[in-house]
C-alpha cells in the first residue's frame, strides 16, 4: 500500500483514508468579480502607483526641499508595503491602506497651504490621489461585504 504524496502546490491535502476535501483557504480571494470591483480594483492600484510616483518625482528632481533631492523621498516607502496585497486584492490591505493615506492627505494639505509654486501643484496633485484612493478601497470593501452578505 502507497502513502498518497502531498500535492506539489502547496495546497494542504485531506487526511488519509478520509474523502473530504480540503478545508478552502480564507485568505483565497480568486473569485468571479463584477466589471465595477475590476474598474475599482484597478482605480485604486494606480492612484497609489500615482502617489508612489509622484513622492519619488516630486521630493528627488520637480521640486525638492533642497538642490539636488532629499531624504523626505524615504515617505513613499511605506506606500510600497501594501501594493502587493492590493494586487492580491486581500480585503485586509483595502481597510488598513483606507487609513493609512489620511496621513500623505494631511502632508497634501499642510504642504499645498505653506509651500510656494510648483511645490504646492503637486501637493494638491497629492490630495487628489489621496481621495481617490480612499473613495476606491471604500467602495471595494463595501461592494465585497455586499457580494459576501448576498451569497
Do not use: N
Request: net charge positive; hydrophobic share 50%; with cysteine.
Amino acid at each position: 500500500m502507497s502513502t498518497p504524496t502531498p500535492p506539489q502546490d502547496g495546497t494542504p491535502s485531506a487526511a488519509p483514508g478520509s474523502d473530504a476535501s480540503p478545508a478552502p483557504d480564507p485568505h483565497d480571494t480568486v473569485q468571479p468579480a463584477s466589471p465595477e470591483l475590476l474598474m475599482i480594483r484597478r482605480l485604486a492600484v494606480g492612484s497609489l502607483l500615482g502617489l508612489i510616483v509622484l513622492g519619488l518625482v516630486w521630493e528627488l528632481w520637480l521640486a525638492p526641499l533642497r538642490p539636488g533631492g532629499t531624504w523626505v523621498a524615504l515617505k513613499v516607502l511605506p506606500l510600497c508595503l501594501p501594493l502587493a496585497g492590493l494586487l492580491r486584492h486581500r480585503m485586509y490591505t483595502y481597510r488598513w491602506v483606507s487609513l493609512l493615506v489620511w496621513i500623505y492627505f494631511t502632508e497634501g494639505v499642510v504642504r499645498a497651504w505653506s509651500d510656494r509654486a510648483p511645490s504646492s501643484y503637486f501637493a494638491m496633485a497629492e490630495i487628489a490621489l489621496c481621495l481617490v484612493l480612499f473613495a476606491a478601497c471604500a467602495q471595494h470593501v463595501r461592494l465585497r461585504f455586499r457580494a459576501k452578505v448576498s451569497a
